[in-house]
């Protein structure tokens, strides 16, 4: 018996862009928006400004950009991103921002592993914490951060607006590392 062999999967930093994978992560991108989950953007913007994004999400320092790749073509990203460095008091603490999965590519677990892989590097740079905020209306994405244990400590009612509407969100957290006690 023979089928198909399984699609090689893969998620990975990535510090400049090589052949298609610019205009792969586009797609990917517009795609993840046409289905409701743009990470903030309602519509599609025109491709040179989507271009842009990605390429200025590079130049950031506080910002590293992790792809998912499914038979090698970036399918979906998400983003560590640091404090600034003039925050002191929240300088234990990261953000996992601009996370999705194109449609296309949903099913094969990459979702889980690019969270899995952010939460690695960020235990590696040393942050306590990783914070994370989404649409009430994410519900596969709500309930994969609440398998992995992030805690949802609030909901924002008017979190985001879109068709003129207000869209509440939830904001969640997970700790990294032990928690610290102090003596009495």
């Known amino acids: 018996m023979s089928g198909s062999p399984a699609p090689k999967k893969a998620v990975e930093p990535v510090e400049s862009f090589a052949g ?3 205009e ?4 990917a ?19 040179h400004i989507m ?3 990605w390429r200025g999400v590079l130049l950031v320092p506080e910002r590293r950009l992790f ?3 499914l038979d090698g073509t970036i399918c979906g990203s998400a983003q560590l991103s640091r404090p600034p460095r003039n925050n002191e ?16 590519a949903r099913g094969h677990g990459l979702a889980r592993r690019i969270v899995l ?18 649409r009430a209306t ?19 009612p008017a979190y985001a607006r879109v068709d003129g509407k207000p869209i509440p969100g939830h904001f969640y957290f997970k700790r990294l590392t032990a928690e610290e006690t102090s003596a009495p």
């Open 89 to 104: 008091a929240q300088a234990f603490a990261a953000q996992l921002t601009s996370n999705f999965i194109a449609p296309w």
């Open 51 to 53: 271009e842009a994004y």
């Open 29 to 47: 991108a517009e795609d993840a928006i046409k289905a409701g989950g743009g990470f903030g953007w309602v519509a599609a913007p025109p491709r």
């Open 138 to 156: 994410q519900e596969a994405a709500i309930q994969l951060y609440e398998s992995l244990g992030y805690v949802r400590w609030g909901t924002h």
């Open 20 to 22: 298609t994978d610019l």
């Open 67 to 69: 792809v998912a790749r």
């Open 24 to 27: 792969d992560l586009c797609d």
């Open 117 to 134: 892989a952010v939460e690695e590097a960020a235990r590696a740079a040393g942050f306590a914490i990783l914070n994370l905020d989404v």
